[in-house]
C-alpha cells in the first residue's frame, strides 16, 4: 500500500441528542408507486428535480425461487416504465439520473456479465461499448452535463475506469502503471473525477483524472475518496477507516473513527454513518470545517442510516429498533436543516420504510415495507 501519515485531527466533536423527540413533519403524504404488471416488489432509488424517479421492480421466479429486477422509471404523475433494453437480459439496473432525464444503468446477460447503457429523457437506450478485447461494461456516475463514467472489463473481470461519449464511444482513464492494469472510480462531480489505480503488484494509488483523462496522485497520504462535490471537496477513507475531509489546496482533517460517507453537497457538509459496532450503525453529519455531529434517533430506537442530502442541508435516512437479536425494524426519517428528525409514515399498512434519495425541491423517495413485500414509495409535501 502507499506510504501513509498520521492526519490533523479535529477535537471538537460535538454529538446531538442520542435519543430525540420527532419534530412535527407537517402535511407530508406517502404516495405509493406500485409496481409492473405482475411484479411483487419495487423500491425507488433516485429522483431528479422534475420530478421523474427512478429504481426496480422485481418479479419472482416460483420455478427457481430467484427474484429479477426490472430497471423502471415513474413520471412526475407517478405512471411506471420499463427502461428498455437492446439485448434479451434477463435483468437490468439504474445507478442514477441527472436533471435533464437521462438515466444510467445496466443490463445484465444470462452468464451474469453485465452492459452498461444510457437512456435519454424519451428512454430511448444507448449501449455503452467496451473498450476494445473487453466483454462487459458498467455505468455508475453520471454527470449534469451527460457524461458517463465507469468500468470496462476483460473475460477475467479486469476492470478499466472509462468514460463514455455521447455516442457511447469509450475513452479510458490513464493509469500510469500500464494500459491493461486495475483501475475503478469512485466518485464525480462535474470535472472532479477520483478513484484508484494499481501497479502490476497491485498496489493502489489514489488518483485524480483530469478532462483529458490524465491522472495525478490524490495524496502522498492513505485516502480513499468516497464522495466529492462540484467544488473538489472530498470525503473518504483514511487509515482504519478514519473519516477524512479534504479541501482544494487544504490539509486532509480527521473526523473520527469508522466512518463511511454516503453524501456531500454543495456547501461541503458531509453525511455518513459510523459503525465501531458493526451492523449497528450511527448516522453523523461532518461541517464543512469537519466537525461531526451525531444525527438524533427517534425515540427507543439503537441505530440509524443516512442516505442523501441536499444543498438545503436536508438529509434523509432511516432510524432503526431491534425486535429480536437479527430482526431490525426501520422508520423512514428526515433530518431537517437544524437536525431535528421527522419520521416519514408509510401509504396505508406499509409502516416499515427507508428513505433513500431527495432533489433538491425537497421530494423524497424510497421504499416501505408491508403484505410480505416492499413498494417503491414518494414522499411530497
Do not use: C
Not at 416504465?81 to 437492446?86: E, G, N, S, W
Not at 494500459?179 to 503488484?201: E, F, H, K, P, R
Amino acid at each position: 500500500m502507499p506510504h501513509r501519515t498520521t492526519l490533523a485531527t479535529v477535537t471538537a466533536v460535538v454529538l446531538a441528542t442520542a435519543l430525540a423527540a420527532p419534530a412535527n413533519a407537517g402535511t407530508i403524504t406517502a404516495v405509493d408507486l406500485g409496481t409492473l404488471p405482475g411484479d411483487t416488489t419495487s423500491i425507488a432509488t433516485g429522483i431528479n428535480d422534475a420530478g421523474t424517479i427512478v429504481g426496480h421492480s422485481y418479479r419472482h421466479d416460483g420455478t427457481t425461487g430467484k427474484s429479477f429486477g426490472t430497471a423502471v422509471k415513474w413520471n412526475a404523475a407517478g405512471v411506471i416504465t420499463r427502461l428498455p433494453v437492446p439485448r434479451a437480459d434477463p435483468e437490468s439496473t439504474v445507478f442514477a439520473l441527472n436533471d435533464a432525464g437521462t438515466i444510467i444503468g445496466d443490463s445484465i446477460d444470462a452468464a451474469g456479465k453485465r452492459h452498461a447503457l444510457r437512456w435519454d429523457p424519451s428512454g430511448a437506450v444507448t449501449p455503452l461499448a467496451p473498450l476494445p478485447g473487453d466483454v462487459g461494461t458498467g455505468a455508475h456516475h453520471l454527470t449534469a452535463d451527460g457524461t458517463v463514467y465507469g468500468t470496462s472489463s476483460s473475460e477475467h473481470n479486469n476492470q478499466r475506469a472509462v468514460r463514455w461519449s455521447r455516442n457511447g464511444t469509450p475513452t479510458q482513464l490513464e493509469n500510469p502503471f500500464g494500459a491493461g492494469l486495475y483501475s475503478y472510480i469512485t466518485a464525480v462531480d462535474g470535472a472532479n473525477v477520483l478513484g484508484y489505480v494499481t501497479n502490476a503488484q497491485g498496489v493502489i494509488t489514489f488518483v485524480r483524472w483530469d478532462a483529458n483523462g490524465r491522472s495525478t496522485p490524490l495524496l502522498s497520504t492513505y485516502l480513499y475518496p468516497k464522495q466529492v462535490n462540484a467544488s473538489g471537496v472530498i470525503a473518504g477513507w483514511g487509515d482504519g477507516f478514519r473519516g477524512v475531509l479534504l479541501k482544494p489546496g487544504g490539509t486532509p482533517i480527521d473526523v473520527g473513527a469508522s466512518q463511511s460517507p454516503t453524501g456531500i453537497n454543495s456547501a461541503g457538509r458531509v453525511i455518513a454513518d459510523q459503525q465501531p459496532n458493526w451492523p449497528l450503525a450511527t448516522p453523523v453529519t461532518w461541517s464543512p470545517d469537519g466537525v461531526l455531529t451525531a444525527l438524533p434517533l427517534l425515540p427507543g430506537n439503537l441505530n440509524g442510516s443516512t442516505a442523501d442530502i441536499n444543498d438545503a442541508g436536508v438529509i434523509v435516512g432511516a432510524s432503526t429498533t431491534w425486535t429480536g437479536p437479527h430482526t431490525p425494524v426501520s422508520r423512514a426519517v428526515r433530518w431537517n436543516p437544524d437536525l431535528s428528525v421527522v419520521v416519514l409514515e408509510g401509504p396505508p399498512g406499509r409502516t416499515e420504510a427507508t428513505a433513500n434519495a431527495l432533489n433538491e425541491k425537497g421530494a423524497i423517495v424510497g421504499a416501505a415495507y408491508g403484505d410480505g413485500a416492499n413498494h417503491a414509495v414518494l414522499w411530497r409535501g
